[in-house]
Structures are given as C-alpha cells and as structure tokens.
C-alpha cells in the first residue's frame, strides 16, 4: 500500500493538492528540530553557567543540561505550545533534576576501612573560599543565589523559575547570605 494521503487546499479557490502525509509531518519535525536546535544554541552557555553554579563542578553541569535538553528536546513542540519562556522552563527542570539527583545519592555509603588516595578534583575555584561556601549551601538556597547574583534575575523571575513564591525566593536568599557570610568570617 501506498503512503497515506492528505489534501491540502483553500475551500474558496476549490483548488486541493493531494500531499503525501509522511512528507507533512517530516516538515514539521524538521522546523520543530531548527527551532529547538536555535533555542541550544543561544541558551547553551548561560545554561552550563548555571549547571556549574548548581552542581559546584563543570562536569556535572554538561551532565545536568544535557540530560535536560535530552528530555525537553523530545517534547519541545509540545513545550512550545504552553510555555512562553523556554528558559525559564529549562532552568527550573535543571534546578529540578538537580535536586532529583542530589537525593538519590546523598544517602551514606558506609566502608570499612578509609581509601588510602583521596579523589583530586582539578576545577580551578575549588579553593576559592566563596566558592566553597556556595557549594556548601542547600539546593534550593543555591539555586535562588545563582539565579539572583550570577544569573542577575529578579525575585519575580526566580520564583516563576524555581515554582516557589517571592517570600520564599526572599527567605532562601537571605539565608543563604547569612549562611555564607558566616562561612566566610570564619575563615
């Protein structure tokens, strides 16, 4: 059996053109594809910034987005039907996933004995004594500095980012700050 078969026309002129369905549907792909390959392609860089400011190392944050963009990808037409900022939407799905993550892995694994090496870890602002105190925070308070002062975004954007109020975006970032700021009076 042949292709299945779709008229397409104008009911005013009464002119109809017989059009193979698959090749309809390959055009529609294909400009989803080159919208969602646009979208990677100027948001990349501002994402990995926030994946490294989430995840602490550069790494993890190429892991987060690309497993982000995996699942976003896959469904963007439908995405891009309801959601006006794409952005936002991504970024609150990696503050989520990071999140998702960080709780599966954060149960202790108990050893025996102690390895003998320690694991090094070469990201030049692992001693940076800021950067240290950031990566200490919780999740969310992490998230709503990032946002905040490596991002630049406003607490109304945080909060539609995040799914979480203007208080909240408020209560986290000033804990946070606290929390940081006596991290690094200590020092």
Same mark, same amino acid.
């Given at each position: 059996?042949?292709?299945?078969?779709?008229?397409?026309?104008?009911?005013?002129?009464?002119? %109809?053109?017989?059009?193979?369905? #698959? !090749?309809?549907?390959?055009?529609?792909?294909?400009?989803? &594809? *080159? @919208?969602?390959? $646009?979208? /990677?392609?100027?948001?990349?860089?501002?994402?990995?910034?926030?994946?490294?400011?989430?995840?602490?190392?550069?790494? &993890?944050?190429? @892991?987060?987005? #690309? *497993?982000?963009?995996?699942? /976003?990808?896959?469904? %963007?037409?439908?995405?891009?039907?309801?959601?006006? $900022?794409?952005?936002?939407?991504v970024r609150?799905?990696?503050?989520?996933?990071?999140?998702?993550? %960080?709780?599966? +892995?954060?149960?202790?694994?108990? /050893?025996?004995?102690?390895?003998?090496?320690?694991?090094? #870890?070469? &990201? !030049?602002? @692992?001693? $940076?004594?800021? %950067?240290?105190?950031? !990566?200490?925070?919780?999740?969310?308070?992490?998230?709503? +500095?990032?946002?905040?002062?490596?991002?630049?975004?406003?607490?109304?954007? +945080?909060? &539609?980012?995040?799914? +979480?109020?203007?208080?909240?975006?408020?209560? #986290?970032?000033?804990k946070a700050?606290?929390?940081?700021?006596?991290?690094? $009076?200590?020092?």
């Amino acid at each position: 059996m042949g292709a299945p078969l779709r008229l397409l026309g104008a009911e005013s002129s009464g002119t %109809w053109t017989v059009v193979p369905a #698959q !090749r309809e549907v390959r055009s529609t792909a294909k400009a989803v &594809d *080159t @919208d969602f390959a $646009e979208f /990677v392609k100027t948001a990349l860089p501002g994402l990995l910034r926030y994946g490294h400011a989430l995840t602490g190392n550069p790494h &993890d944050a190429a @892991d987060l987005v #690309q *497993t982000v963009l995996e699942k /976003v990808g896959s469904r %963007w037409l439908g995405r891009r039907a309801f959601c006006d $900022e794409p952005l936002a939407y991504v970024r609150k799905a990696m503050a989520n996933a990071h999140v998702s993550h %960080w709780r599966r +892995i954060r149960r202790e694994s108990l /050893v025996a004995e102690l390895p003998d090496n320690a694991v090094e #870890q070469f &990201d !030049r602002l @692992d001693n $940076e004594p800021l %950067w240290q105190g950031v !990566r200490g925070l919780p999740p969310r308070q992490r998230a709503v +500095i990032v946002l905040r002062y490596y991002e630049g975004l406003s607490e109304a954007e +945080i909060a &539609d980012t995040l799914g +979480i109020s203007k208080g909240t975006v408020k209560s #986290q970032a000033s804990k946070a700050l606290n929390t940081l700021r006596s991290s690094l $009076e200590g020092r």
